[in-house]
């Protein structure tokens, strides 16, 4: 077993180096942003991609991180990046172990600066596979400042026309306001011609009616 282990090491150290040499092992945000970065981590005592320590992680602010964790060892390890790293993000992998399991982790890169991504088993009152050295970069570049301005604008565009959108609405419903009120004060001048003819009526059937009375006593 523990020559397996050994020669699986070896194995790694090698391929480690290889992907060192073709600079797979940093991953690179060199295309337009944002996007899905997807990306794979092998997990083993006591780093990823390697014995010791991890590889950057490079992204730019607002892509999807998609991580694929693929165990290289018998014995658990996770990646977390939490408020331990310290980051502002809260994330953390399932514990997986022995040589082919894979698990995934997902995160919006929302929050730019250099972080440290870890593993954070250990069983209490041991030194932790983080303390061996089992963490790395997690590097969000900020905007640059052309994404940010054209990100401005289009927001302003947005609200441009939903400003103009509500003062046509506004507009319309002022003018059938307007035709409502009108035909309002149509109806109350109807109205007062009417109780005033009425008063009028009455008026001249009460004289009317008097001078009746007057003739016949
Ligand atoms: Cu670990």
């Known amino acids: 077993m523990t020559s397996k282990l050994a020669s699986l090491l070896t194995i790694m150290a090698v391929l480690t180096t290889v992907l060192t040499a073709n ?3 940093q991953v690179q945000a060199q295309q337009a942003s944002p996007q899905v970065r ?3 981590l092998y997990m083993v005592r006591f780093g ?3 014995t010791q320590g991890g590889p950057d992680i490079v992204v730019n602010q607002g892509d999807t991180v998609r991580l694929t964790l693929i165990s290289n060892d018998t014995v658990n390890h996770d990646w977390v990046l939490d408020a331990s790293s310290p980051s502002p993000y809260n994330v953390k992998s399932a514990r997986i172990r022995n040589v082919g399991n894979t698990t995934t982790v997902e995160l919006v890169a929302n929050f730019p600066g250099t972080f440290k991504y870890y593993c954070s088993v250990g069983a209490p009152g041991m030194t932790t596979h983080r303390q061996r050295g089992m963490e790395g970069n997690f590097i969000v570049n900020a905007l640059p ?3 940010l301005s054209a990100q401005v604008k289009t927001l302003d565009d947005q609200v441009q026309s939903l400003v103009s959108s509500v003062n046509d609405q506004m507009s319309q419903q002022k003018a059938a306001l307007d035709t409502l009120s009108s035909q ?3 109806l109350l001048a109807l109205s007062a011609a009417a109780i005033i003819l ?4 009455i008026a001249l059937s009460i004289s009317a009616s008097r001078k009746k009375t007057d003739r016949v006593s």
């Not at 009425?198 to 009526?201: L, T």
């Open 48 to 50: 990823y991609n390697g």
């Open 145 to 147: 400042s052309a994404d």
């Open 38 to 40: 997807q990306m794979a």
């Open 198 to 201: 009425s008063i009028v009526a």
């Open 184 to 186: 309002i004060s149509v």
């Open 23 to 25: 600079g797979y092992s």
